[in-house]
C-alpha cells in the first residue's frame, strides 16, 4: 500500500497500471467505513501477491484528484488498467465481495506466470533463439490454455519454422471460435498457402508459368491466387497483396471474397505487435489529470508500407 499525492499519481498509478492493475481507495482520516476497509484491502493486497497494487488517496488532502475522478462518497474504489479506469465499488464491502471484485480484474497465478513466458519468448524471438522460445510458448499455453497471445506467437512461430502439422493442431482449437477471431483466420490462411505449397502440383510451378496465364487472361483468378499461395508461402508478401488487389479490382465477390479476406488476413499477420504503452506518451489520464512527456507518434517503414497497403484496399473497395 502506498499514499498517493497528485505530484506522484503519474508514476504510481498511471505508469504502473500498464503492467499490473493498480486499485485506488479513495479515503478519509474522518471516515468510519473506511477504517474498516482499509486493513481488508491491505490483507487482499498480500494475499494476492503483488498481482495487483494498492494506492490510498486522502480525498480532503488531494481533492484535485478526488474531483477528477468523480468522487461523491468514500470510501470509493476504482480499479486501473493500461492508464484507465475499469470498474470500481463504493463502500465497505465484506471480503467476499471483495475477493469476487478482484478475481473479476486481477490475473491468476498462472496467467502471471504464462504472461512471463510468452514476454521471454517474444524476448527470445528478436535475439533469433527460436526453439527456446517455442518452449517458453508451449509451456505458457499449458498454463493457461485459453491464452491467446501464447497461443497466436506460437502457431506464427510454428509456420516459420515449418512445423506445420503442429502449427494447425495448436491452432485448430481456435477455429471452432464464434466469431472467428482475425488474427486466428490469418493464421489459416497463411497455414492454406502452405498446404497448397506442398500438396498441390501447381505449388511447385515456377512464378513465370502463373505469369504467362495471367498474360493471356487478366480475369484468371484461379491463376492469380495460386500465385498469391507461392507468393505467400516465398515471403514475398507485399507481392501477394499486389497480386491480390488486381483480383479484387476486377471481381472482389469472386470465390466469397476470397482475395479480400486474404489481403486482409496478411495485413493483420504484417501488423508489428502492439508495444506496451510508454507512460511517457500519455498525454491526459483517463480522470482528466493533466501528464508530462506528450510524443508524436512515429510510424516505422513496416508499419507505413501496411498503411499504404490499407489505403490502396479501401480504394479498391470503394
Given at each position: 500500500?502506498?499514499?498517493?499525492?497528485?505530484?506522484?499519481?503519474?508514476?504510481?498509478?498511471?505508469?504502473?497500471?500498464?503492467?499490473?492493475?493498480?486499485?485506488?481507495?479513495?479515503?478519509?482520516?474522518?471516515?468510519?467505513?473506511?477504517?474498516?476497509?482499509?486493513?481488508?484491502?491491505?490483507?487482499?493486497?498480500?494475499?494476492?501477491?503483488?498481482?495487483?497494487?494498492?494506492?490510498?488517496?486522502?480525498?480532503?488532502?488531494?481533492?484535485?484528484?478526488?474531483?477528477?475522478?468523480?468522487?461523491?462518497?468514500?470510501?470509493?474504489?476504482?480499479?486501473?488498467?493500461?492508464?484507465?479506469?475499469?470498474?470500481?465499488?463504493?463502500?465497505?464491502?465484506?471480503?467476499?465481495?471483495?475477493?469476487?471484485?478482484?478475481?473479476?480484474?486481477?490475473?491468476?497465478?498462472?496467467?502471471?506466470?504464462?504472461?512471463?513466458?510468452?514476454?521471454?519468448?517474444?524476448?527470445?524471438?528478436?535475439?533469433?533463439?527460436?526453439?527456446?522460445?517455442?518452449?517458453?510458448?508451449?509451456?505458457?499455453?499449458?498454463?493457461?490454455?485459453?491464452?491467446?497471445?501464447?497461443?497466436?506467437?506460437l502457431v506464427k512461430l510454428l509456420i516459420s519454422m515449418g512445423q506445420l502439422k503442429t502449427a494447425s493442431t495448436?491452432?485448430?482449437?481456435?477455429?471452432?471460435?464464434?466469431?472467428?477471431?482475425?488474427?486466428?483466420?490469418?493464421?489459416?490462411?497463411?497455414?492454406?498457402?502452405?498446404?497448397?505449397?506442398?500438396?498441390?502440383?501447381?505449388?511447385?510451378?515456377?512464378?513465370?508459368?502463373?505469369?504467362?496465364?495471367?498474360?493471356?487472361?487478366?480475369?484468371?483468378?484461379?491463376?492469380?491466387?495460386?500465385?498469391?499461395?507461392?507468393?505467400?508461402?516465398?515471403?514475398?508478401?507485399?507481392?501477394?497483396?499486389?497480386?491480390?488487389?488486381?483480383?479484387?479490382?476486377?471481381?472482389?465477390?469472386?470465390?466469397?471474397?476470397?482475395?479480400?479476406?486474404?489481403?486482409?488476413?496478411?495485413?493483420?499477420?504484417?501488423?508489428?505487435?502492439?508495444?506496451?504503452?510508454?507512460?511517457?506518451?500519455?498525454?491526459?489520464?483517463?480522470?482528466?489529470?493533466?501528464?508530462?512527456?506528450?510524443?508524436?507518434?512515429?510510424?516505422?517503414?513496416?508499419?507505413?508500407?501496411?498503411?499504404?497497403?490499407?489505403?490502396?484496399?479501401?480504394?479498391?473497395l470503394n
Open positions: 500500500m502506498i499514499d498517493v499525492t497528485v505530484e506522484t499519481f503519474e508514476t504510481e498509478v498511471i505508469a504502473a497500471s500498464m503492467t499490473t492493475p493498480v486499485l485506488v481507495d479513495f479515503w478519509a482520516p474522518w471516515c468510519g467505513p473506511c477504517k474498516t476497509l482499509g486493513p481488508l484491502l491491505e490483507k487482499m493486497e498480500v494475499a494476492y501477491g503483488g498481482r495487483f497494487k494498492l494506492v490510498k488517496i486522502d480525498s480532503d488532502q488531494e481533492q484535485q484528484l478526488a474531483a477528477a475522478f468523480g468522487i461523491k462518497s468514500i470510501p470509493t474504489c476504482v480499479l486501473l488498467k493500461n492508464g484507465q479506469p475499469v470498474d470500481g465499488f463504493m463502500g465497505a464491502v465484506p471480503e467476499g465481495k471483495l475477493r469476487e471484485f478482484l478475481d473479476k480484474h486481477v490475473p491468476g497465478e498462472n496467467e502471471v506466470l504464462a504472461e512471463a513466458e510468452v514476454e521471454e519468448a517474444e524476448a527470445l524471438l528478436e535475439s533469433g533463439d527460436l526453439e527456446t522460445a517455442q518452449a517458453k510458448l508451449m509451456q505458457a499455453l499449458e498454463a493457461t490454455p485459453d491464452n491467446d497471445n501464447a497461443r497466436f506467437d495448436v491452432l485448430a482449437p481456435c477455429l471452432s471460435q464464434i466469431p472467428l477471431k482475425l488474427r486466428f483466420e490469418a493464421l489459416k490462411h497463411w497455414l492454406d498457402a502452405w498446404a497448397f505449397v506442398t500438396t498441390d502440383p501447381m505449388g511447385q510451378w515456377p512464378l513465370e508459368k502463373f505469369d504467362q496465364l495471367i498474360a493471356a487472361n487478366k480475369r484468371d483468378f484461379p491463376a492469380r491466387m495460386a500465385k498469391t499461395r507461392l507468393l505467400i508461402a516465398t515471403g514475398d508478401w507485399p507481392a501477394a497483396l499486389d497480386e491480390l488487389l488486381e483480383i479484387i479490382m476486377r471481381d472482389r465477390a469472386w470465390e466469397n471474397e476470397l482475395a479480400r479476406k486474404t489481403f486482409v488476413a496478411l495485413l493483420e499477420l504484417m501488423t508489428p505487435a502492439a508495444k506496451k504503452v510508454d507512460p511517457s506518451t500519455i498525454g491526459k489520464s483517463a480522470g482528466g489529470i493533466e501528464l508530462s512527456g506528450k510524443a508524436a507518434a512515429q510510424l516505422d517503414p513496416q508499419s507505413e508500407m501496411i498503411s499504404r497497403y490499407r489505403r490502396k484496399l479501401s480504394m479498391a
